[in-house]
């Protein structure tokens, strides 16, 4: 019998099978990835464990349905990489790069759910269960990170302690990273390794890694080329091509030629954009327009102004702290997320904010409306974002109101469409004048907003001078992917392009990228930034029907006497027309909340009024169902009776 040189990887086991069955020729992986489920060390998650398959050479490891047939190519010499995110959506970025049985990691990102996911899911994370195998997840020699965007940084909080590997990453980076560490109270020591902004480069594994500076919507922002003996792969990350970019350096062509020189067989590129003509713009022209917007609207609204933008964006919170200053006006900042980042920002030299109110409360007391600037969170109307409250009625101190006018300086990501629409017709309901990006109701175009990623004429300029042998498109929905690669195609003349979906395995090789086959690849989430994480396939935590709203009734009865003293304890009933919604999620919340509204309203004697504590109550469940269990936007009924008697009667029977 004859075996190959690669017999070294198996387990005397399979030697002895091996044998038994007189097969010639036996291969596997070095880092077999299948197999059966074992419970995880960290999690109720099940986690695969290694089991060695036998096969015909040059054949990779069959097991639960995973074949890939690589012809001449051997698994250990050659490269490959997989999403587990940011293919096909936007958001939940997470490319996996594999080389000599070694594992390098691009980014850890989360998703936000659109208006298809059922209510209780808040966040959308990678499916690593394909890593937690322990032959794979002692191979991985780091994570490398692009940038501090929370599709891109998002997952480490929920995720990282399951692989426990290195963290690459920029100083600004590495801050925001800790505070969202620091925000869910994580017990873990995360290894991180600081990356000097510039063309730093460093020996990760079998990768020569170069963070290489590149303009984006953020700072420190950097693509990422991975240098191995099989050749380049340039991941460009987010990015734009901006000649004159707020912070950093821009594009260096000349350098880009160079790197086209190292045999670049791929480039791993952002599609987001892929669709537009011409180019995104520069950060420069939207400082001018903002300042001459902020002027035109402080002479024709005598009530305050709000802005909403990425809290990540620190030269649009620069920009507009400079507008405010201009107009005589002050600037309040309003949304936990933009004070971190803006705090976050200062403490890296990028934004000077002394002038800023961190006190919302303190500026609406001090200041008349028209002296005001509110920059505010809420520009994808996140149901927990301030300018949602704002809009709402919820928020404890800021009410739109007549006069007000609200500027939206963002794009919509793909999929909140809708639910922009809604804020928008909410604010523009109650008085308030709002202003987009583009032609407006009056018939003006403004400039509020640059995108951040590539149209076009920019992915031209890049791919002409770096001159790969293909195109792997990513970061986008297939729409977007399908454009990116026909783009490349027809006006580039880059015939060798893929768009894979999250769990393709992509072959980079000479001749360029191909997919081979799949991994495994559902979908994590959870429920609160608190809650467990679960896997499961992404139907499962979809709604039933696509054009179905969840009917949630909620009656909640509060006995009273003639004094307003409180003779029971307030009941609560909920019913739903989905199952989606737990029982004991519910009981936990909802009636610890009300029982703590009632009592906190009766002790201020000014409250003892049946209206105003009907009115707070259904106030708080709005808010309760929009924040707890992400039910924005659906239809509520809501009724409290509020009984007034001088006697007890007898209580009715609780949830009847």
């Not at 980014?107 to 959308?124: E, K, N, S, Y």
């Not at 100083?171 to 969202?180: A, C, G, H, S």
């Not at 970061?475 to 393709?504: C, S, W």
Request: proline residues 6%; contains cysteine.
């Amino acid at each position: 019998m004859q075996l190959t040189t690669r017999m070294r990887w198996f387990s005397p086991t399979l030697t002895a099978c091996a044998r038994r069955c007189k097969w010639s020729h036996v291969t596997a992986s070095p880092t077999p990835l299948l197999a059966k489920s074992v419970k995880c060390k960290y999690s109720t998650d099940t986690a695969p464990v290694a089991k060695p398959t036998i096969q015909k050479p040059n054949t990779l490891p069959v097991s639960d349905g995973w074949k890939i047939d690589v012809g001449s190519h051997p698994l250990p010499n050659e490269m490959y990489m997989f999403p587990l995110g940011g293919c096909g959506h936007i958001g939940k970025n997470m490319y996996v790069y594999y080389m000599d049985g070694k594992y390098l990691i691009v980014d850890f990102g989360t998703q936000f759910p659109g208006a298809d996911i059922r209510p209780g899911v808040m966040f959308l994370l990678p499916d690593i269960s394909i890593l937690q195998d322990p032959d794979v997840v002692n191979n991985i020699v780091g994570i490398v990170i692009t940038h501090g965007h929370e599709d891109h940084v998002g997952a480490i909080p929920f995720l990282w302690h399951r692989l426990q590997c290195p963290i690459y990453a920029t100083q600004l980076t590495k801050d925001y990273i800790e505070t969202r560490l620091q925000s869910r109270r994580y017990h873990y020591h995360v290894d991180f390794r600081v990356v000097r902004p510039g063309n730093m480069r460093q020996k990760i594994g079998p990768f020569d890694v170069e963070w290489y500076p590149i303009p984006h919507s953020i700072p420190e922002s950097n693509a990422v080329i991975l240098r191995t003996k099989k050749g380049t792969v340039f991941h460009t990350g987010d990015w734009r091509y901006d000649e004159d970019p707020v912070y950093g350096k821009p594009l260096d062509l000349e350098d880009i030629r160079r790197i086209s020189k190292e045999n670049v067989l791929a480039v791993v590129g952002d599609s987001t954009n892929a669709a537009r003509q011409q180019s995104s713009g520069s950060e420069r022209k939207i400082q001018h327009h903002l300042k001459e917007l902020f002027k035109q609207i402080h002479t024709e609204c005598n009530g305050k102004i709000y802005i909403t933008f990425f809290a990540s964006n620190l030269m649009r919170l620069e920009t507009v702290a400079e507008a405010t200053k201009s107009i005589g006006r002050v600037l309040a900042l309003e949304g936990a997320s933009l004070q971190t980042w803006a705090d976050i920002g200062e403490r890296n030299k990028y934004v000077q904010i002394s002038d800023v109110v961190k006190d919302t409360s303190f500026c609406v007391e001090a200041f008349p409306p028209n002296n005001i600037v509110i920059a505010c969170t809420g520009n994808q109307a996140e149901s927990t974002s301030s300018l949602m409250k704002i809009a709402g009625g919820n928020h404890p101190i800021l009410r739109p109101s007549k006069g007000d006018c609200v500027i939206f300086s963002s794009y919509a990501i793909p999929g909140n469409e809708a639910n922009i629409s809604r804020l928008r017709e909410s604010l523009e309901d109650q008085g308030c004048r709002v202003i987009v990006h583009g032609m407006n109701a009056d018939g003006v175009m403004y400039h509020t907003h640059v995108s951040g990623h590539p149209c076009q004429d920019e992915i031209k300029l890049l791919y002409e001078n770096l001159k790969p042998k293909g195109v792997v498109a990513v970061h986008g929905e297939t729409y977007h992917q399908v454009e990116h690669n026909e783009f490349a195609k027809t006006k580039l003349g880059i015939m060798q392009n893929v768009k894979p979906r999250d769990g393709n395995i992509v072959h980079i090789s000479t001749d360029g990228p191909r997919i081979v086959g799949k991994v495994p690849c559902e979908v994590m989430y959870t429920d609160t930034e608190s809650a467990p994480v679960h896997r499961g396939p992404i139907k499962d935590i979809k709604k039933k029907s696509s054009g179905a709203r969840v009917q949630l009734l909620i009656l909640v009865t509060v006995h009273l006497d003639k004094h307003f003293r409180l003779l029971y304890e307030p009941t609560i009933s909920m019913q739903a027309n989905t199952r989606s919604l737990s029982d004991s999620l519910l009981e936990k919340h909802a009636h610890s909340m009300v029982d703590e509204i009632v009592r906190r309203l009766l002790i201020l004697r000014r409250h003892r009024d049946r209206t105003h504590i009907r009115r707070n109550l259904i106030s708080s469940l709005v808010r309760f169902t929009s924040d707890e269990l992400r039910m924005h936007h659906t239809s509520i009924a809501t009724y409290v009776h509020v009984q007034t008697s001088s006697t007890p009667h007898k209580q009715t029977k609780k949830n009847a």
